[in-house]
C-alpha cells in the first residue's frame, strides 16, 4: 500500500489545507509528517483516511526540535511526551504504526541547517539517553496497541567534523545494530528512508544496497523520494532511479511518498510509479 506524507504538497504549513486538497485528488492512504502549523487535532475527525503519524506531529503550540537522546532535560521531556501524544493519537485514529526520527548528540537550533560544530554529547552518552527514551516509548505503544519505528538520520556533507560523523546517531548498520542489541523490548522497528539510505552511503563510504539487504528484516516501513545522491532533497520519483528499483523487496510494509513542493496532480503521478515498481 501507497501512503502519501502532508509534507508532499506544495505550502504544507496548514494541515487541514493539506487533507481537503488530498481528499478531493481521492488520495486515501496519509501519512501525517512533521512540517505543519500548530492546530486542533479535533478536525482529524471530519476525515476518513487510511492514516500513519510521523514524528513531529500532532506539532505542538511552542515548537521545539524532537530529540530523543538530547541531554537537555526540558527538551527530552517535551520529545519523550510528544512522542507519547502520537502514540495516544495513532491509537484514536486507528493508525497501526509511529515513527520517529533518531536521536542526535547536539540540540540543533534548527533541522536541515548546518548544525553547530560545538557542544555535542559524547555519542555513547547519547546512545544510552535514546535507548531509555526508547524503551520508555516501546512499553506506552504496546499498552496501545500501536506499532513503533525509528528512522536512521541522514548524514550530509555539512554536519561532517573534518569528514566525520559525530552528531547523527544510527545512521549506518553496525550502530543501528548496537541499538537493536541494547534494546530490551524487542518490537522496535526501522523506518527505512531510501532518501537518506543513498546521501548518507555517499558521504560515509558505504554501499547503499548491502545497507538495504542488511535492514531488510527489521523495516516496518519505507520513506521514498529522489535526490542526487549528495543532499536529501525530497524530489519526485522518476523510472530510472534507484529509490524505486528497492521497492519490489518491500511488498509487505506501507511505502511512503515523502517528496515535496508537488501538486496533487505530480504525487498522484509519483504513487503510480511507486505502485508500478513496487509490483514488479
Known amino acids: 500500500m501507497i501512503y502519501t506524507s502532508t509534507s508532499c504538497l506544495k505550502n504544507p504549513k496548514n494541515i487541514t489545507k493539506v ?17 505543519h502549523e500548530y492546530f486542533d487535532i479535533n478536525k482529524l475527525k471530519k476525515y476518513s483516511f487510511d492514516f500513519l503519524i510521523h514524528n513531529y506531529f500532532p506539532p505542538p503550540k511552542k515548537p521545539f526540535n524532537l530529540n530523543l537522546a ?41 533541522l ?62 553496525d550502530e543501528i545494530n548496537q541499538l ?16 537518506h539510505t543513498a546521501v548518507t552511503s555517499h558521504w560515509l563510504n558505504f554501499d547503499k544496497d548491502k545497507f538495504v539487504k542488511k535492514i531488510r528484516e527489521k523495516v516496518f516501513a519505507i520513506h521514498i523520494s529522489n535526490n542526487n545522491g549528495l543532499a536529501d532533497q525530497h524530489k519526485s520519483l522518476t523510472k530510472d532511479c534507484w529509490y524505486i528499483t528497492k521497492l519490489k523487496n518491500f511488498k509487505h510494509v506501507p511505502i511512503i511518498l515523502e517528496t515535496m513542493n508537488l501538486t496533487s496532480e505530480q504525487i498522484k503521478s509519483n504513487i503510480e510509479l511507486a505502485k508500478k515498481f513496487t509490483n514488479k
Open 19 to 35: 487533507l481537503d486538497e488530498y481528499q478531493k485528488a481521492g488520495i486515501k492512504q496519509v501519512e501525517l509528517g512533521s512540517v
Open 70 to 110: 538530547s541531554q537537555n532535560k526540558e527538551i527530552l521531556k517535551k520529545s519523550i511526551d510528544l512522542a507519547k501524544q502520537s502514540i495516544e493519537l495513532c491509537r484514536k485514529i486507528e493508525s497501526p504504526l509511529y515513527t520517529f526520527h533518531a536521536g542526535l548528540t547536539i540540540d540543533p537550533p534548527k
Open 180 to 195: 537493536f542489541n541494547l534494546i530490551k523490548n524487542k518490537k522496535l522497528g526501522i523506518l527505512l528512508d531510501l532518501g
Open 112 to 173: 536541515g541547517t548546518v548544525f553547530p560544530k560545538k557542544g555535542y554529547t559524547e555519542r555513547n552518552i547519547s546512545i544510552k539517553t535514546y535507548v531509555k527514551s526508547v524503551e520508555e516509548l516501546l512499553d506506552f505503544a504496546n499498552s496501545n496497541g500501536v506499532k513503533i519505528a525509528m528512522e536512521p538520520n541522514v548524514v550530509q556533507k555539512f554536519n561532517l567534523i573534518n569528514g566525520k560523523n559525530e552528531m547523527c546517531l544510527f545512521a549506518e548498520i
